[in-house]
């Protein structure tokens, strides 16, 4: 959660100290948007235009995450080993272990 405020802190026009209830981002060219954290995903009901896909990028780049689409099937594999065994399932259930 620190990396995400802190690479949010900028941005942020209205928020509660630890970011759970919601947060309003409003970028330097007056787009605003609503983000809503928690400690497994960060969603965003809808993309304006501009600076803020700049935002998603570096938050998605230093956090070493994924943008999928909410409308779209969904796949992840976890290549991290500190997660073990552990495979995030899609709507087709539990995914098989990939390769190293």
Do not use: K
Not at 49 to 54: A, L
Not at 71 to 85: L, S
């Amino acid at each position: 959660m620190e990396l995400i405020q802190e690479l949010l802190a900028p941005y942020i026009a209205a928020a509660d100290e630890d970011l759970t209830n919601g947060v309003l981002i409003r970028t330097t060219d007056g787009y605003e948007v609503d983000v809503d954290i928690n400690e497994v995903c960060i969603v965003v009901s809808r993309f304006p235009p501009g600076q803020f896909f700049d935002v998603l990028a570096e938050l998605v780049d230093r956090l070493r995450a994924s943008v999928t689409p909410t409308d779209r099937p969904r796949i992840w594999h976890c290549h991290d080993r500190r997660h073990g065994d552990t495979h995030r399932t899609g709507p087709g259930g539990r995914l098989p272990p990939g390769p190293d």
